[in-house]
Nanobody, 124 residues
């Protein structure tokens, strides 16, 4: 049973920073591309960031680039999302996902496994 467990969410103020973590039970974690998505109430799930097998192979949502950083530690089977200068519009449930195809992708349907999500709420 594959498990992705997100943590690090919470209630913060505008301008604050957060680091989300996602611990994976994948046996061959290093072979997976990993992604972060988010979903605000009443909206579709949207792409945030992705990282491939190579740690320098990353891609970010254009609207968030410059405020977020995705990284991974294969020996810990963990992927991170660092978010800075948070805004109220960043309020959403943030989901971690794993793609066995290895290449970073922005498409929801490319991902094979999903976590349960962690809530991020940014107050103004």
């Amino acid at each position: 049973q594959v498990q992705l467990v997100e943590s690090g969410g919470g209630l913060v103020q505008a301008g604050d920073s957060l680091r989300l973590s996602c611990a994976a039970s994948l046996r061959t974690f290093s072979n997976y591309a990993m992604g972060w998505f988010r979903q605000a109430p009443g909206k579709d799930r949207e792409f945030v960031a992705t990282i491939g097998r190579r740690v320098d192979h990353t891609h970010y949502a254009a609207s968030l680039k410059g405020r977020i950083t995705i990284s991974r530690e294969n020996d810990k089977k963990t992927v991170y999302l660092e978010m800075n200068s948070l805004r109220p519009e960043d309020t959403a449930i943030y989901y971690c996902a794993a793609d066995s195809a290895s290449l970073p992708t922005t498409r929801v349907y490319d991902y094979d496994h999903w976590g349960q999500g962690t809530q991020v709420t940014v107050s103004s």
